[in-house]
């Protein structure tokens, strides 16, 4: 009853017929997406719910999960959707992946698009921008479920699946100190993220941990790429540089090595460095690569068991709604200090649980 | 009316009403999925044209294009993407990936859903195994248009994005003679591909031009990965190793870089390696590895040009079907002759243009 009232109030508004509201809010081919948008607009205002009838007739439909990303897969989302498919496939489901290009406006897009039932399920990492989430909160209005994995909204009522990036960045910190570094950094993208906070939070905690200065310089923010580069080089090449860096993101920590190739700055007797990263290269780069080598695949396996224990409406998805798979810290030349034997690069890897 | 002979037909064999079977060929969510399958299935079977206007119908409903990869985006595969959507942006489309992890069953299911209306046009990379193609002729059949890049299936009347596998492989090869190399090997895929076999083709000619020895363990086939690592090892390992190792695929040259850098094999200086990579760690890793560098994001933003043009029913397309962009070959430290003044990883990179 509630269900045709909304019906009725939305043609009403929109001028529009019942029937012609209802095709639409099933995305029928015989509505054009211009009406369609409109009556999703208004249908979210109202906080419209499809009935659960419809919605099970949407999920016969599609029989596909949709994977929103913010940047094509690197070496971590592809090892997430390896973990993912790994289960879709499990279930005889067909994995869709969007991707963001860390774009708020096509992010909301993406989800408009998704929310017209052409998934049964979405699961999402948010783009660094991303603040807002009315736009996942409609997308579960429409029956939709959701399960946010690695960048995840917190307290946003989602469940979400992450690695312990503050417990993880920490022991990284203190793994760079005792390898004899006194002038840290911390390299990271622009703190909407909870990812981007808490790793920093880990490293900065370190530091005071160990009475090391800190100041407005010691956290570099990357917004524009280029400009980073620039000023990534000043800073390696200024009369104080840094002995050891720090990146919460992989693509900054080539960054560097590519400054370093340029200035001939060496890794690690000069500077050590180590970052979050699972780059299949890491120990073939010269130096090897220390890492924060994150879960991915077990990951992307467990936040889509999540996702289909909703989409099956399996009652114990309520018990735990957040899951946190302990990244490792995998030592490699790029923070050997002097006195250390791990010399040539057949890297020798001590892989401690961080 | 063709149309409605057609619908009959397959109506009155599947024991359906007619009107059951139009909604089934434009996915209608009132119809099961099973039904769907048996109705695509004899539509195919019957070469079922659907008419325009339901197509057209379907276009107005989609607006999106699927691309279709044998792999979660590598390096090359990932600047691929980035051109398509550079494209696809511009049309106010979305990208729908797929990935068919080099399984045939999974090509034909996904393309199979695809041709559902889905999607207004699919661009495909085809995986290793792929011989017959009757599913993407089923696609083109189902009025929805296709473009192959990279990983084409030849004479199959499709238009093609293609790099110059044959002359890039030649060229290469003669590099690595002309660097001193005697005993060289090539490492490669099953060579159901054309992009396999002409880049074999473009090895073998360059060292018979050269006269030299070819035998049949001059071409190392990678059919299951943790064999062939093995056989790799054995190779580098044996009493005449080779001196020279031309990968066709990047994935199987990082595997040469492991086992030289736990055998203590040193590159250039006992071996020279290069491979067709677009692997963005290339020039950081020990030693910088020499590319065969594709245009990859042309390729993509071309063979997503052609596309668009089908889709939009452009009489040009008729033109040119078969478009090839050339490689680059990108001179690292990994094919220096120990005579050569490239030492330092700063490498000077010379980009001959392949």
């Given at each position: 009853m509630a269900e045709k009232i909304d019906l009725k109030r939305i043609a009403r508004e929109l001028n529009l017929a019942v029937s012609t509201v209802s095709r639409a809010l099933r995305d029928s081919y015989e509505i054009s997406e211009e009406t369609k948008q409109k009556v999703f607009a208004l249908a979210r205002q109202l906080n419209y719910e499809p009935n659960p009838y419809a919605s099970s007739l949407r999920r016969q439909r599609s029989k596909t999960i949709g994977v929103v990303l913010p940047e094509l897969p690197n070496n971590f989302f592809t090892h997430v959707v390896n973990g993912?498919?790994?289960?879709?496939?499990?279930?005889?489901?067909?994995?869709?992946?969007y991707i963001t290009h860390e774009q708020m406006e096509?992010?909301?897009?993406?989800i408009r698009h998704l929310q017209s039932g052409r998934v049964d399920g979405v699961l999402a990492s948010v783009c660094a921008g991303t603040q807002d989430i009315a736009h996942f909160r409609s997308?579960?209005?429409h029956g939709i479920p959701l399960v946010f994995f690695d960048r995840v909204c917190e307290d946003s009522g989602f469940p979400t699946v992450t690695t312990n990036d503050y417990e993880a960045s920490y022991h990284a910190t203190v793994h760079l100190i005792q390898q004899g570094c006194r002038h840290l950094y911390h390299l990271t993208l622009p703190l909407h993220l909870s990812i981007t906070r808490k790793r920093l939070q880990g490293f900065l905690d370190a530091l005071q941990q160990y009475q090391l200065p800190v100041n407005e310089s010691?956290?570099?923010?990357?917004?524009?790429?280029?400009?980073?580069?620039?000023?990534?080089?000043?800073?390696?090449?200024?009369?104080?540089?840094?002995?050891?860096?720090?990146?919460?993101?992989?693509?900054?920590?080539?960054?560097?090595?590519?400054?370093?190739?340029?200035?001939?700055i060496r890794i690690?007797?000069?500077l050590k460095v180590l970052a979050f990263s699972n780059l299949e290269t890491a120990p073939l780069l010269a130096p090897p690569l220390t890492t924060i080598t994150q879960p991915a695949f077990e990951i992307g396996k467990k936040a889509a068991e999540l996702l289909f224990r909703k989409i099956e409406k399996k009652r114990d998805i309520l018990?735990?709604?957040?899951?946190?798979?302990?990244?490792?810290?995998?030592?490699?030349?790029?923070?050997?200090s002097l006195g250390q034997a791990l010399s040539n690069q057949s890297a020798a890897e001590w892989i401690h649980s961080a």
């Open positions: 993912i498919e790994w289960v879709a496939r499990q279930k005889g489901y067909h994995v869709l992946i096509q992010e909301i897009s993406l997308l579960h209005q010691t956290v570099l923010i990357a917004k524009d790429m280029d400009l980073f580069y620039d000023q990534l080089d000043q800073l390696l090449c200024s009369t104080q540089p840094p002995d050891g860096i720090f990146a919460a993101v992989e693509k900054l920590v080539l960054l560097v090595y590519h400054i370093c190739q340029k200035r001939h690690p007797s000069q018990e735990q709604m957040h899951y946190v798979i302990p990244s490792a810290l995998v030592i490699r030349d790029s923070t050997r």
